[in-house]
């Protein structure tokens, strides 16, 4: 079994990291963003965050989810095979545990419109199989 290869993990991480980010972006701002205001004005939501610096963290977390998809998918790809395909199957894996419980019962429970969990989920699911794409075509050995 070859060793996994940290310095290209981290460089597909990275590299993931920004996509699934701007994917991110996209979504809160283009898709859900007139939602947010007004699920603020009708007192659904809060108008600030309870963590300081949340957008940062939000980011940051997304970098830590693409190192880990980057690692993940190094490690089974002596096992699956190299390639898009492996690199898919990790991404939606991850991604399902990453997105569909949680904001399966955000949309089962929560009285925020459906649209929320919805994209949420489309946020973290998509974007872990971008992720894991962009550092699947970024490892080598």
């Known amino acids: 079994m070859a060793a996994i290869n940290g310095r290209r993990v981290l460089y597909g991480a ?18 859900l963003g007139p939602h947010y205001a007004a699920a603020q004005q009708a007192g659904a939501m809060l108008a600030q965050p309870r963590y300081p610096f949340f957008v940062g963290q939000w980011i940051l977390m997304l970098f830590v989810a693409s190192y880990i998809v980057a690692w993940i998918y190094a490690s089974v790809r002596a096992t699956r095979g190299a390639g898009p395909r492996t690199a898919f199957r990790v991404g939606i894996f991850v991604g399902f545990l990453a997105g569909f419980p949680s904001n399966f019962a955000m949309a089962t429970w929560s009285p925020l419109p459906r649209i929320f969990p919805l994209w949420w989920m489309m946020e973290l699911w998509v974007g872990a199989i971008l992720a894991t794409l962009v550092a699947g075509w970024i490892y080598r050995e």
């Open 14 to 31: 990275l590299a993931g990291g920004v996509v699934w980010n701007l994917w991110s972006m996209g979504i809160n701002q283009l898709v």
